[in-house]
């Protein structure tokens, strides 16, 4: 059988300085690369523990906007790194686990009456447009910040009280992985990984689907 590669890269689907362009294509040449020229399967994680562009990878260079590019460089690190690391010893234990994790959703500000008032800050937007004098008086008027504020008030009314989540939990050995379906905040990954029993845990987030953020109580 051949080994297998788990990469973690700290970074979104950018992949210029600017953070503007963004694809999320990169990861395919990273794994095409790697499994081309170091005879491995490749899983690729993105976004996982930090937030940078993969033309952090490449210093001096001008920014390219062909993120192919980025995708291979990340890839030729990665097979260059290959050798330094250890291999499984023969029996290391390989554990996995799926479990359900149960959230309180996020409904504050969303009575009856201020989703009414959202309702009618969103009809001033189609018909007038968002930047119109019409839709800032509503917004005025009601206590909104942004047009956004009204848009997320009318979606936050249609939230279940609760929302089930499945999480997944991998370990090798004394090395673990966490592949979570929301984007959590560094203090759950850093609270995480103080208490975890493993060596080292690595957390993947926006992992087999996406359920918005997962905030601290205190942001929360």
Known sequence: ???????????????TE???DMSADF???????????????????????????????????????NY??????????AVETLPKMSKLEGGTEIKAVTGTYT???HKVGTDPQRVANANEVKSAVSAYGAKASETKLL???YGFSSTIDASWTIKRSSLPEQRDMEMKLFAIGDLSFIFAP????SESGSYIRENTPYGMTFLSSCSNGGNGYLPSIAAY
């Open 68 to 77: 192919r590019e980025y995708g291979q460089e990340l890839g030729r690190y």
């Open 103 to 105: 959230g309180a959703t």
């Open 182 to 185: 929301y984007e959590m905040f």
């Open 18 to 20: 600017g953070g503007t």
């Open 139 to 141: 917004l005025e008027k």
């Open 27 to 65: 990861p395919g040449p990273f794994r095409d690369y790697v499994e081309q020229n170091a005879g491995v399967l490749c899983a690729y994680f993105i976004g996982s523990a930090g937030d940078q562009v993969p033309s952090s990878r490449i210093q001096g260079e001008a920014f390219s906007k």
């Open 1 to 15: 059988k051949k080994d297998i590669l788990m990469a973690s890269f700290p970074a979104h689907a950018t992949f």
